[in-house]
């Protein structure tokens, strides 16, 4: 209930804005950040938990936008079911590079899931029904009422997948699957003499993450109405991914929420403000001072103080 | 039922050209105090990484209540009953020193009744059998060796095993902790589990074991008790090089 309560009234309170709010750009802007705390809560479940630090994020993500985007050109699948499929075909790659990467340990697993993002984007790149390389251009249905504007209901239902993904990450800490992948993150071989099955655990983590990926980035052919591969492959989605945990703190559920909603939105500030290829390097230069100065994130430096205060 | 509790069957490992463990076969009964020496490198430690799973043996078996247990996972052989613990301690260093008993109960003892089961209960228990309660909160971090050396020995207990394989528990220890642990390990061997141990301090081997195997360049040069062994001259030569 300490969740949910507060999870209710803010996805409440979101839908409010969107049916009084007229400017749809707070809402343009809203949805990246919600799908950076997606990501952001994805990642950590491998990246966090377990310490697999994973580069592939474009690969699942923009697996899951092509899923929806193939299966609207092809039956004109209504959005939930996109979401649903892309969760699916990114959990089934998830599966697939989970089996054969995560014998690799550390370094090793990160080089495999970058060649995952180039292999991907070939794939797409060459396939013609998708749009190979020029992409394809998509027309949004009508919005569903409530909603006036599409933009606005996407931002909400983004808004859900983020608290739906936050609550599986939260479940997932808490419980025997978090203590197993923790138990990996501090020693592998410790963890399989105390009888955690660390292979299978590792692919579970890998598959879940890989489709609430997938789900991200289902609704990103709607959300552009149009689709092509080098921006969605785009490995700026896997820095974001991992940098949002780095800084908001891995080892608890709300420290990729906490550092997703901080970088993108500050992103997005300077993207309209200032310059739009600032945005990276302020992640960057983020991401080196948090790794340097506070390696446990936000999360960790507000436990620091609150134990001192203690005291 | 057979008496042989573990049975090594003309086990060998290479890493490379390197012949770590060159056709060892054993067999340990049920309930046994069971010790073994040998020079640095001799491959004991290789030898009990094919036993608890850690290393693939490339050649032989290792049957575990008259299955053969070799090709299995770790994780499936901490279920069948073999725990182990580390030379160099490795904690779960996220967690507290009663979460690292957690680990074991939830994922060996109580996996199929996680529901309703009193895992901390269960690893404050555990604790206290190793007078290490007080601490159940502290972080692993900081933890001093002799905390961590039976953190290692309550954690594969916490697995509920038949055998425990004990790898150097007491090396670096000063001499009262070495009786702290020995008294330990007697206590644990009274309750019917099979103890392996791995130990470079000789008195405590000699104090301990029922029966010692020493091992030198992967293979097995004497067998027999603990005051045949001391007297052996091929010991003498493998451990005094003369």
Same mark, same amino acid.
């Given at each position: 209930?300490?969740?949910?309560?507060?999870?209710?009234?803010?996805?409440?309170?979101?839908?409010?804005?969107?049916?009084?709010?007229?400017?749809?750009?707070?809402?343009?802007?809203?949805?990246?950040?919600?799908?950076?705390?997606?990501?952001?809560?994805?990642?950590?479940?491998?990246?966090?938990?377990?310490?697999?630090?994973?580069?592939?994020?474009?690969?699942?993500?923009?697996?899951?936008?092509?899923?929806?985007?193939?299966?609207?050109?092809?039956?004109?699948?209504?959005?939930?079911?996109?979401?649903?499929?892309?969760?699916?075909?990114?959990?089934?790659?998830?599966?697939?590079?989970?089996?054969?990467?995560?014998?690799?340990?550390?370094?090793?697993?990160?080089?495999?899931?970058?060649?995952?993002?180039?292999?991907?984007?070939?794939?797409?790149?060459?396939?013609?029904?998708?749009?190979?390389?020029?992409?394809?251009?998509?027309?949004?249905? &009508? =919005?569903?009422?409530?909603?006036? @504007?599409? !933009?606005?209901?996407?931002?909400?239902?983004?808004?859900?997948? #983020? +608290? $739906? *993904?936050?609550?599986?990450?939260?479940?997932?800490?808490?419980?025997?699957?978090?203590?197993?992948?923790?138990?990996?993150?501090?020693?592998?071989?410790?963890?399989?003499?105390?009888?955690?099955?660390?292979?299978?655990?590792?692919?579970?983590?890998?598959?879940?993450?890989?489709?609430?990926?997938?789900?991200?980035? &289902? =609704?990103?052919?709607?959300?552009? @109405?149009? !689709?092509?591969?080098?921006?969605?492959?785009?490995?700026?989605? #896997? +820095? $974001? *991914?991992?940098?949002?945990?780095?800084?908001?703190?891995?080892?608890?559920?709300?420290?990729?929420?906490?550092?997703?909603?901080?970088?993108?939105?500050?992103?997005?500030?300077?993207?309209?403000?200032?310059?739009?290829?600032?945005?990276?390097?302020?992640?960057?230069?983020?991401?080196?001072?948090?790794?340097?100065? &506070? =390696?446990?994130?936000?999360?960790?430096?507000?436990?620091?103080?609150?134990?001192?205060?203690?005291? | 039922?057979?008496?042989?509790?573990?049975?090594?069957?003309?086990?060998?490992?290479?890493?490379?050209?390197?012949?770590?463990?060159?056709?060892?076969?054993?067999?340990?009964?049920?309930?046994?105090?069971?010790?073994?020496?040998?020079?640095?490198?001799?491959?004991?430690?290789?030898?009990?990484?094919?036993?608890?799973?850690?290393?693939?043996?490339?050649?032989?078996?290792?049957?575990?209540?008259?299955?053969?247990?070799?090709?299995?996972?770790?994780?499936?052989?901490?279920?069948?009953?073999?725990?182990?613990?580390?030379?160099?301690?490795?904690?779960?260093?996220?967690?507290?020193?009663?979460?690292?008993?957690?680990?074991?109960?939830?994922?060996?003892?109580?996996?199929?009744?996680?529901?309703?089961?009193?895992?901390?209960?269960?690893?404050?228990?555990?604790?206290?059998?190793?007078?290490?309660?007080?601490?159940?909160?502290?972080?692993?971090?900081?933890?001093?060796?002799?905390?961590?050396?039976?953190?290692?020995?309550?954690?594969?207990?916490?697995?509920?095993?038949?055998?425990?394989?004990?790898?150097?528990?007491?090396?670096?220890?000063?001499?009262?902790?070495?009786?702290?642990?020995?008294?330990?390990?007697?206590?644990?061997?009274?309750?019917?589990?099979?103890?392996?141990?791995?130990?470079?301090?000789?008195?405590?081997?000699?104090?301990?074991?029922?029966?010692?195997?020493?091992?030198?360049?992967?293979?097995?040069?004497?067998?027999?008790?603990?005051?045949?062994?001391?007297?052996?001259?091929?010991?003498?030569?493998?451990?005094?090089?003369?």
């Amino acid at each position: 209930m300490k969740f949910w309560i507060p999870s209710c009234l803010l996805l409440a309170a979101a839908t409010a804005a969107a049916l009084i709010v007229e400017n749809e750009y707070f809402f343009f802007a809203g949805y990246t950040v919600l799908m950076f705390v997606v990501l952001a809560t994805a990642w950590n479940i491998l990246g966090g938990y377990a310490g697999y630090v994973n580069f592939g994020t474009p690969a699942f993500f923009g697996l899951g936008a092509y899923t929806a985007a193939v299966l609207f050109k092809a039956f004109a699948l209504p959005l939930g079911l996109q979401i649903l499929a892309a969760a699916a075909v990114s959990g089934l790659l998830g599966l697939v590079a989970g089996v054969l990467t995560l014998r690799l340990r550390g370094i090793f697993f990160a080089i495999a899931t970058i060649a995952l993002v180039v292999i991907m984007e070939t794939l797409i790149i060459n396939w013609r029904y998708a749009g190979g390389a020029t992409g394809l251009q998509l027309l949004r249905p &009508a =919005p569903t009422l409530p909603f006036d @504007s599409y !933009i606005k209901m996407l931002f909400v239902l983004m808004g859900a997948m #983020a +608290i $739906g *993904a936050v609550a599986l990450a939260r479940w997932i800490e808490g419980s025997w699957v978090g203590r197993g992948l923790r138990a990996i993150r501090d020693s592998e071989e410790a963890a399989e003499c105390s009888g955690v099955p660390t292979l299978r655990l590792k692919v579970f983590a890998c598959v879940l993450s890989g489709a609430l990926m997938g789900a991200a980035g &289902a =609704p990103m052919p709607m959300y552009l @109405s149009f !689709i092509e591969p080098a921006s969605t492959f785009n490995l700026n989605y #896997a +820095i $974001g *991914a991992l940098a949002s945990p780095m800084i908001g703190g891995t080892g608890h559920f709300l420290g990729p929420v906490i550092g997703a909603l901080l970088l993108s939105s500050i992103q997005q500030l300077v993207t309209v403000t200032i310059s739009s290829e600032l945005n990276v390097l302020i992640v960057g230069v983020l991401l080196v001072l948090f790794v340097v100065v &506070a =390696p446990e994130g936000i999360v960790g430096l507000v436990r620091k103080w609150m134990r001192r205060i203690s005291r | 039922m057979d008496a042989t509790h573990l049975k090594i069957t003309a086990v060998s490992k290479h890493f490379g050209g390197f012949t770590a463990l060159d056709g060892v076969s054993l067999e340990i009964a049920r309930g046994e105090r069971f010790g073994l020496i040998g020079p640095n490198g001799s491959g004991k430690t290789t030898l009990i990484n094919c036993v608890s799973g850690s290393l693939r043996n490339d050649g032989g078996s290792i049957e575990f209540n008259g299955e053969d247990v070799s090709r299995l996972p770790a994780f499936q052989r901490t279920r069948r009953g073999i725990a182990r613990s580390f030379q160099i301690p490795r904690p779960f260093a996220s967690m507290s020193l009663l979460e690292n008993l957690v680990v074991p109960l939830e994922f060996v003892v109580h996996r199929r009744s996680l529901h309703g089961a009193d895992t901390r209960g269960e690893a404050m228990a555990l604790l206290q059998d190793m007078g290490l309660a007080a601490k159940a909160d502290t972080p692993t971090s900081s933890l001093s060796q002799v905390e961590l050396r039976k953190m290692e020995l309550a954690r594969a207990m916490a697995a509920r095993p038949q055998l425990l394989i004990s790898d150097e528990a007491m090396a670096g220890l000063a001499g009262g902790e070495v009786d702290e642990v020995l008294e330990i390990l007697f206590k644990l061997n009274a309750t019917g589990i099979t103890i392996i141990m791995i130990e470079h301090i000789m008195q405590a081997v000699m104090r301990f074991s029922q029966r010692v195997v020493c091992l030198d360049a992967g293979r097995i040069i004497c067998e027999g008790t603990p005051e045949s062994i001391v007297q052996n001259p091929d010991v003498q030569k493998a451990y005094l090089g003369a």
